[in-house]
């Protein structure tokens, strides 16, 4: 079974600085992983993905995620942070067990963003 | 518009009792799911379902019972509530069940077990 590690379960950052948050994944085969992102009381939404093709995916909202293969990693990058992005962050990957998708998820990170 | 929506929103009650979770969407997929989301964090997959059948029970208690009236419904029926069961619990849905996919996710349900 797969399984994801999120270094930090929080990190603080300064408002307009720069943030990463890190993720490893146990090696596979085929390699499908995720960023959800979720804000105070809500459900998760997907941040972006990672499927196959260019190993560096963006978001709309100024996030981008590296593959890299050879140190099983899938860090989330922002060149500089807004208040709106404090929220809980999860990198999860995805495996078919029984015909069906399930996703793997880190513990997660909490991003505070400090005015 | 919601796309995935769960009801109630909060759920107080007492051990030993027996409580039910909804959930519905209406984006047309074909694969639902729920997970629990500990005190900590940590989200789990409880049960994955696929064109109303069950595909994915990842060694849930029997005393969750997951039931899909229809493609676009996935309830969650719990018996002999625990403090344990004391989570947020999440309803999903995707379209295709591959490895793939976006799952969509709804706005979960607090549920305190006193």
């Known amino acids: 079974a797969q399984s994801v590690t999120q270094l930090d379960s929080q990190v603080p950052v300064f408002e307009e600085a720069p943030v990463e948050l890190r993720c490893n994944y146990s090696s596979s085969v085929s390699v499908y992983l995720f960023w959800y992102v979720q804000y105070p009381n809500q459900g998760l939404q997907l941040l972006l993905k990672?499927?196959?093709?260019?190993?560096l995916v963006e978001s709309i909202n100024g996030f981008e995620a590296e593959f890299n293969k050879s140190q099983t990693s899938f860090h989330l990058r922002k060149p500089s942070v807004h208040i709106s992005d404090t929220a809980e962050y999860f990198c999860?990957?995805?495996?078919?067990?029984?015909?069906?998708?399930?996703?793997?998820f880190g513990q997660g990170t909490r991003l505070t963003i400090n005015p | 518009d919601t796309a995935v929506s769960q009801t109630p929103k909060y759920l107080v009650t007492q051990m030993g009792n027996d409580k039910s979770i909804k959930c519905e969407q209406n984006l047309g997929h074909d694969t639902m799911y729920w997970y629990k989301q500990d005190s900590k964090k940590f989200l789990k997959i409880m049960f994955s379902y696929n064109n109303k059948e069950l595909i994915i029970n990842e060694t849930v208690p029997n005393r969750f019972s997951p039931k899909s009236p229809d493609k676009a419904h996935l309830n969650l029926h719990i018996n002999s509530l625990e403090l344990g069961d004391s989570a947020v619990y999440f309803c999903?849905?995707?379209?295709?069940?591959?490895?793939?996919?976006?799952?969509?996710f709804g706005p979960g349900t607090r549920l305190t077990v006193l």
């Open positions: 999903a849905s995707s379209q295709g069940s591959g490895p793939r996919n976006e799952q969509f």
């Open positions: 999860a990957v995805s495996e078919v067990i029984q015909g069906a998708q399930k996703l793997v």
């Open positions: 990672y499927l196959s093709g260019s190993t």
